[in-house]
């Protein structure tokens, strides 16, 4: 139940080599402008190859302003997405807002954990984030 930010898949098992995808959804959001969250990570059993923009926020054709870290020596991706301009200053609904590219490197369990997350409607509000829900990679 939203607003929510989750992981998707929930779970996921790969083999060492092996690369895959994790969605940071927006979930039943209203009236969403901006987003900011950082993802905590298992940096001896993934590593994060990059971040991909997901057209929730800018399918329509609207404009914006991204700002992306990756650490994969301390396990962190940090991310700050807002949406500038379009026919409409908001988006509502669910939808990714960013893909994360993951390589395996070890046989281990990486939990995904959604340290933050923030959501702004369009006068910078703050929308409340009702429930976080975390992820995890199992590496054969």
């Known amino acids: 139940r939203g607003p929510a930010t989750r992981c998707f898949p929930m779970y996921q098992?790969?083999?060492?080599?092996q690369e895959s995808e994790i969605e940071i959804i927006a979930e039943e959001v209203d009236s969403l402008m901006g987003t900011e969250f950082q993802i905590l990570f298992?940096?001896?059993v993934i590593r994060v190859n990059s971040v991909a923009l997901s057209p929730f926020l800018y399918g329509d054709g609207?404009?914006?302003?991204?700002?992306k870290e990756i650490d994969n020596d301390n396990g962190?991706?940090?991310?700050?997405?807002?949406?500038?301009?379009?026919?409409?200053?908001?988006?509502?609904?669910?939808?990714?807002?960013?893909?994360?590219?993951?390589?395996?490197?070890?046989?281990?369990t990486a939990y995904?954990?959604?340290?933050?997350s923030v959501f702004k409607n369009q006068h910078n509000d703050e929308i409340n984030v009702d429930q976080r829900v975390n992820g995890i990679v199992a590496v054969k």
């Not at 995904?112 to 933050?116: A, F, G, P």
């Open 13 to 17: 098992e790969l083999t060492v080599g």
């Open 42 to 44: 298992n940096p001896t």
């Open 62 to 67: 609207a404009n914006g302003v991204s700002f």
């Open 76 to 108: 962190t991706v940090e991310m700050v997405v807002v949406r500038s301009s379009a026919s409409a200053p908001t988006v509502s609904g669910t939808g990714a807002i960013a893909i994360l590219e993951i390589e395996a490197l070890s046989a281990g």
């Open 112 to 116: 995904i954990e959604i340290n933050k």
